[in-house]
């Protein structure tokens, strides 16, 4: 199902709503503004990046996406070790691809992380 967005007209200001992703934005429906295509794919990009790391549950991330979903959740290295009971060097190690991840600490990570279940 399409996503209903919100957006504000870069020229005149008024807000206006569209379904779809951001790159189907159609031009402003009081100036007739067309938007910047360019900026668009950019902003939908980094959405569908934000999506895919939501859903991405750590069991099945890659060591790389492990530290983005620990500071997208708002978790300094040292806060996310705490509440998941492990050495900061540890998770440093699992976020660098140094130490493999085992599937119970993976659970926590994605209760702690607010991932998805898949994986």
């Known amino acids: 199902m399409p996503s209903m967005i919100d957006v504000r007209c870069a020229a005149c200001g008024r807000r206006y709503g569209f379904c779809g992703e951001m790159t189907d934005q159609p031009p402003c ?4 503004h067309p938007p910047d ?3 668009l794919a950019k ?3 980094q959405m ?4 895919r790391l939501m859903l991405l549950h750590p ?7 492990l530290q983005r979903q620990r500071v997208q959740a708002g978790l300094s290295l040292r ?3 705490g509440q998941l009971g492990i050495e900061p060097r540890l998770l440093s ?7 493999q991840l ?3 600490l993976a659970q926590q990570m994605g209760k702690l992380y607010q991932c998805g279940e898949e994986g």
């Open 43 to 45: 902003v939908q990009a």
């Open 93 to 99: 190690d699992l976020e660098n691809g140094r130490t």
């Open 29 to 32: 429906p009081k100036c007739g």
């Open 59 to 65: 069991r099945s991330a890659k060591p790389s996406d």
């Open 102 to 104: 085992s599937a119970e």
């Open 48 to 51: 569908d990046e934000a999506e």
């Open 79 to 81: 806060q996310a070790a």
């Open 37 to 39: 295509k360019a900026e």
